[in-house]
């Protein structure tokens, strides 16, 4: 913006001085040439003057060589008989007692005024481009500032106008931000109070064994599953809208406490170490759909006696879940990580909600198989307010055998 606003001042101004210039040259010109017409029509008159009372050569070329133009070369006369005084050529002038008196046109030299004219001119210019930039100063400040903004508060200084409009602009993005905020808050607070009575419902419903009833029961509380599922995967913040944080081992020893139960009812041993807080770029509502979709997949894929283990470990600004079993593992890891086709019956959107929150902090999602003999999902979170190298690849396969 400030090399614009430059380049038009400085065209600006440099149209305006060509065309100032070109007009003092012309007027400057016009005026040195007339004066130089006028002296040789003055030097030819002194010839003719002294041809009309004698036409002797010696005479006459004593008159040229006193005038200007003779003493230049520039003036000549051709006398009655056909002699040539001075310097040859030139257009005839005047004429008198038989004699023509010529002159050459003499060159036009630029006076001093012409190169202080000119002077005076750039001074003009440059004093134009750097009054006429000033006033733009704050104006192309203040814009460069709401150009940098990125979406955060603006606070600038300049004219009233673009503060009032900087107001404005932050106003909008905070009331869009409150109700952006309070979407996300009411549709996670209602999935997550969905999600806990889901999953036992789901266990009950394994409960009941077999006949058209049940399948019902089961494929309607599969139906809802999904659709809890899928919306809390709407919720999923995106990379760089993080607006809050949580504490993963607090999150977890909140979530725990629900599934241990369920845990101790089919006979699980459970396994949990959260170890010391641990601070992530999530919500706490973010983080716990995330451990939810993780258990609701042990619990629902594995059998009711397969160990599980829950951990939470924080290094070198990573954060670390760990969610693994003693079922079976995963039939396809090659597709387990991808939407919609993790077999077995599921949509996948269990793992997706979950690298969905871990790619978010710049983390990453493993899928390998554990100490326990089964499946072993490990997140990596980028602990917040902490710089870490870049974890990559965002989304690791590995499936050995067992240990």
Same mark, same amino acid.
């Given at each position: 913006m =400030?090399?614009?606003v430059? &380049?038009a001042?400085?065209v600006? +101004?440099?149209l305006?001085?060509?065309?100032?210039?070109?007009?003092a040259?012309?007027?400057?010109f016009?005026?040195?040439?007339?004066?130089?017409?006028?002296?040789?029509?003055?030097?030819a008159?002194?010839? +003719?003057?002294?041809?009309?009372?004698?036409?002797d050569p010696?005479?006459?070329?004593?008159?040229i060589?006193r005038?200007?133009?003779g003493?230049? *070369?520039?003036?000549?006369?051709?006398?009655a008989?056909?002699?040539?005084?001075g310097?040859?050529?030139?257009s005839?002038?005047?004429?008198?007692?038989?004699?023509v008196?010529?002159?050459?046109?003499? /060159?036009?030299r630029?006076p001093?005024e012409?190169?202080?004219? +000119?002077?005076?001119?750039?001074?003009t210019?440059?004093?134009?481009?750097?009054l006429?930039?000033?006033?733009f100063?704050?104006?192309?400040?203040?814009?460069?500032?709401?150009?940098?903004?990125?979406?955060r508060r603006?606070r600038l =200084?300049?004219?009233q106008?673009?503060?009032?409009?900087?107001?404005?602009?932050n106003?909008?993005s905070?009331?869009?931000?409150?109700?952006l905020a309070?979407?996300r808050e009411?549709?996670?607070?209602v999935s997550?109070?969905?999600?806990t009575?889901?999953?036992?419902?789901?266990?009950?419903a394994?409960?009941?064994?077999?006949?058209?009833?049940a399948?019902?029961?089961r494929s309607?509380?599969?139906?809802?599953?999904?659709d809890v599922d899928?919306?809390i995967?709407?919720?999923q913040?995106?990379?760089g809208?993080?607006s809050?944080?949580?504490?993963?081992?607090?999150?977890v020893? +909140?979530?725990?406490?629900?599934?241990?139960?369920? $845990? $101790?009812?089919?006979?699980?041993v459970?396994e949990?170490d959260?170890g010391?807080?641990a601070?992530v770029?999530l919500?706490?509502? $973010?983080?716990g759909?995330v451990v939810?979709?993780?258990?609701e997949?042990?619990f &629902?894929h594995?059998?009711?006696?397969?160990?599980v283990?829950?951990?939470v470990? =924080?290094h070198a600004?990573?954060?670390?879940?760990?969610?693994e079993?003693?079922?079976?593992?995963?039939?396809?890891?090659?597709s387990?990580l991808?939407? *919609?086709?993790?077999?077995?019956?599921?949509t996948?959107?269990?793992?997706?909600?979950?690298?969905?929150?871990?790619?978010?902090?710049?983390?990453?999602?493993h899928?390998?198989?554990?100490r326990?003999?089964?499946a072993r999902?490990?997140?990596?979170?980028?602990?917040a307010?902490s710089?870490?190298s870049?974890? /990559?690849?965002?989304?690791w396969?590995l499936?050995r055998?067992h240990p």
């Amino acid at each position: 913006m =400030r090399s614009v606003v430059t &380049r038009a001042l400085l065209v600006a +101004a440099g149209l305006v001085t060509v065309v100032f210039l070109a007009t003092a040259g012309f007027l400057v010109f016009s005026r040195a040439s007339a004066e130089v017409a006028a002296a040789d029509q003055r030097d030819a008159a002194v010839v +003719a003057a002294v041809l009309a009372v004698s036409s002797d050569p010696d005479d006459v070329r004593g008159t040229i060589a006193r005038t200007a133009a003779g003493a230049e *070369g520039r003036l000549s006369v051709v006398l009655a008989d056909g002699t040539r005084l001075g310097a040859g050529g030139g257009s005839p002038v005047t004429s008198a007692g038989g004699a023509v008196v010529s002159v050459v046109p003499g /060159s036009v030299r630029f006076p001093f005024e012409v190169f202080l004219v +000119a002077g005076v001119a750039l001074v003009t210019l440059g004093a134009a481009v750097l009054l006429g930039h000033r006033p733009f100063t704050p104006v192309i400040r203040a814009l460069r500032v709401l150009a940098s903004s990125g979406g955060r508060r603006v606070r600038l =200084r300049g004219p009233q106008e673009l503060e009032a409009l900087a107001a404005s602009i932050n106003e909008a993005s905070e009331r869009t931000s409150q109700l952006l905020a309070k979407e996300r808050e009411m549709i996670a607070d209602v999935s997550h109070r969905l999600r806990t009575p889901l999953a036992a419902l789901r266990l009950d419903a394994d409960a009941v064994g077999s006949g058209p009833v049940a399948d019902r029961i089961r494929s309607a509380v599969s139906t809802l599953g999904h659709d809890v599922d899928r919306i809390i995967q709407a919720l999923q913040p995106a990379e760089g809208e993080l607006s809050s944080t949580c504490d993963v081992a607090s999150v977890v020893e +909140a979530r725990m406490a629900f599934w241990s139960a369920h $845990a $101790a009812n089919q006979g699980r041993v459970c396994e949990i170490d959260v170890g010391e807080p641990a601070w992530v770029p999530l919500s706490p509502d $973010a983080l716990g759909a995330v451990v939810d979709a993780l258990l609701e997949n042990v619990f &629902r894929h594995t059998p009711a006696a397969a160990p599980v283990g829950v951990s939470v470990v =924080r290094h070198a600004g990573w954060v670390t879940l760990v969610v693994e079993d003693g079922g079976t593992g995963v039939a396809d890891p090659s597709s387990a990580l991808h939407r *919609g086709s993790s077999g077995d019956g599921s949509t996948g959107l269990g793992l997706d909600i979950a690298r969905a929150a871990a790619e978010a902090t710049g983390g990453t999602i493993h899928l390998e198989r554990g100490r326990l003999g089964g499946a072993r999902v490990r997140l990596r979170f980028g602990e917040a307010n902490s710089h870490h190298s870049p974890a /990559s690849p965002r989304a690791w396969r590995l499936w050995r055998g067992h240990p």
